[in-house]
């Protein structure tokens, strides 16, 4: 069965403890995004909507253009990854959102990024 658009989004998550301030409620986190077309038509990812909700369930959208400066063409089986960061108030916190993709043939629409949580690890004493 061929899906013309077809968008998958993995994600991998690391607490950055030497950039977090838990004094301050300052918790910062990597995440590395890998977005693959698994789709037949080529698409460019030409913004993002993000919904970052912390341990307290405020939340905070960011809405920008591409990612990490760019709008990256992905070809039929092609990856793009990349690696951004966010700073939460609180140890747990989740995201999730969606990228809007424009096809070659001009189709617009949205591929989504499934939620994905933001843990500070448990420490042991």
Known sequence: MDKPY???VATEVAYLPDQSDPDNDQYVFAYTMTVTNAGSVPARIVSRHWV???GNQQ???VRG???VGQQPVLKPGESFEYTSGASIPTQVGT???EYQMIADDGHTFDADIPQFTLSVPRTLH
Request: glycine content about 14%.
């Open 52 to 54: 970052i909700t912390d």
């Open 6 to 8: 077809d968008i998958r």
């Open 65 to 67: 253009v591409g990612v």
């Open 59 to 61: 939340v905070q959208e």
């Open 95 to 97: 995201m999730r959102g």
